[in-house]
């Protein structure tokens, strides 16, 4: 599982550096009051770093990352890298973000390595 972490923490790293460190992007929260539309012009303008934006292709090596580590929390951990693009692909209406068959592929085969005790 440790490798699977490390990549996922550089993804978030990319991310705080892609996103200046909006602190709306880790809020899944509703009533967050911020003017997402600013704050995306803001992203657009101010980003000089182009090569620093996580693509989709990014998510999906962190999930396989996750799918290979056979690890036990790997289905969790993975999911809670599905809903945090999911909520940068709405937030910023970035649709080179949106989840696609690779990824919901990746997720079933993450879960379908998972044992459960029903």
């Keep these: ?14 991310l705080d550096q892609y996103y200046n460190n909006s602190t709306t992007l880790y809020n899944d929260d509703d009533d967050d009051k911020d003017d997402h539309a600013t704050i995306y012009q803001n992203i657009q303008s101010n980003n000089d770093n182009e090569d620093t ?4 292709r990014t998510f999906h090596a962190v999930l396989l990352a996750y799918k290979n580590s056979n690890h036990p929390s790997a289905p969790t951990r993975a ?3 599905l809903k945090k693009l999911n909520t940068i692909h709405k937030q910023y209406k970035d649709a080179s973000l949106q989840p696609n068959e690779i990824t919901f592929n990746t997720m079933i085969g993450i879960w379908s390595k998972t044992s459960s005790k029903a």
């Design 1 to 14: 599982l440790h490798a699977a972490e490390e990549a996922e923490s550089m993804l978030y790293s990319m």
């Design 53 to 56: 934006k996580p693509s989709l």
């Design 79 to 81: 999911t809670n890298v």
